[in-house]
């Protein structure tokens, strides 16, 4: 006989909405609706969101589905905050010469190649470069962010002898020891 399961504390509190956005669920979707933009969802399995005043909360239909109660709850709080607060992630350019400039609908990375490297920005996806070696990713998909953060990095990763390269703004990077003779 399976053991009952108990839902995770952040799972059993409900989701506070905030003003100037909309919660609405219709066939299965949920549609997450704010100030930035609108978000979808297809809910999986037996799931339901009940949605009270400015109060969401996610709940299983069946005992043996309150495994994606946990997963659909952030999935829910990520895209009520995105909408409402962009997400973002920084990234900062280490070495001499490393500068990235916006180049229409690219971002123009000269991070020590031969020639430059174009990034082609995503639909959906804002990126500013305050100064030559900093950049900020924004958008209202925490995960398309962070990917599209990711596959910039992917161009020069950080070197571990003399940490030039690119990094997130908060990365720590342990310097390795040179050989000696």
Sequence with gaps: MPVPMTLPKSARRPLDIPVGVTVKIVDRTLSVKGKHGELHLVLKGE???KV??????VVALKENQKVMVGTT???????????????QKKLSLNG????????????????????PDLFQIPEGIIIETPTPTEIIVKGIDKAVVGETAAKIRAFRKVERYKGKGLRYFDEKVILKEAKKK
């Design 47 to 49: 799931l339901d969101v």
């Design 52 to 57: 009270e005043g400015n109060h969401a909360q």
């Design 73 to 87: 709850h952030a999935l829910l709080k990520n895209m009520i905050q995105g909408t409402h607060n962009l997400f």
């Design 96 to 115: 001499v010469g490393y500068r990235a400039k916006i180049a229409g609908k690219a971002l123009e990375l000269s991070v020590g190649h031969s020639h």
